[in-house]
């Protein structure tokens, strides 16, 4: 399957909540959700829907996490591998380790105003990672690592614009950012009170358990 090149805000309206995938338009009046608060289709708001079932609750999880992250099923599914074979929690391992994907490093950073425009910095060779260019959005930081844009990137009116409305507030707490040299370096790892996004983990792992 190829990856979701279509309007990002239908996926938001399939889910039935912001997914925040259009950076300052999610949080405008224009955002689609706020005026058609149905899923997409040609029968619109008029089609009866019908009640989900465990399973369909389950798939409708496991979707939302996917877009959310940018990821796809191969993926995800080997992200669930690993997260049970680390042991403990395994939907909080899962959580923790898409937070520490590059490309959501950089998105949380407050360098892009969403995940698909930092998975694009990344693609392009515009992060340093331990002064290192790294190009692979799914790499995973690990404690310790540095993460920056490269000096050329700096004054891009796209990384301006998003880095201007970052608040101190805003920045998760595994992360800490030097705001004048356009730096971050992971702490911790990041922790299920980390994620403030509303994702039960427990249906996707009835979902792959079965």
Not at 22 to 44: D, N, W
Not at 80 to 99: I, V, Y
Request: contains cysteine.
């Amino acid at each position: 399957m190829a990856r979701y090149t279509g309007p990002k805000c239908r996926l938001c309206r399939r889910e039935g909540e912001k997914l925040f995938l259009k950076g300052a338009k999610c949080f405008s009046p224009k955002c689609p959700l706020e005026r058609r608060k149905y899923p997409p289709g040609q029968h619109g708001p008029t089609r009866r829907r019908r009640r989900l079932s465990i399973y369909g609750m389950q798939l409708r999880e496991k979707q939302k996490v996917k877009r959310i992250y940018g990821v796809l099923e191969g993926q995800f599914r080997r992200y669930f591998d690993m997260a049970r074979r680390m042991g403990g929690n395994t939907g909080e391992n899962l959580l923790s380790l898409l937070e520490r994907r590059l490309d959501n490093v950089v998105f949380r950073l407050g360098f892009a105003s969403s995940r698909a425009q930092a998975r694009q910095f990344v693609r392009h060779g515009h992060v340093l990672v331990n002064g290192r260019k790294v190009d692979i959005p799914s790499y995973l930081v690990r404690v310790g690592d540095v993460v920056e844009l490269s000096p050329k990137m700096r004054n891009n009116p796209f990384v301006q614009e998003a880095f201007e409305a970052v608040r101190p507030d805003d920045l998760v707490q595994w992360l800490s950012l030097d705001k004048d040299n356009y730096r971050g370096r992971v702490e911790r790892l990041p922790v299920r009170a980390d994620i403030t996004h509303p994702i039960n983990e427990r249906l996707i792992i009835e979902l792959y358990s079965k």
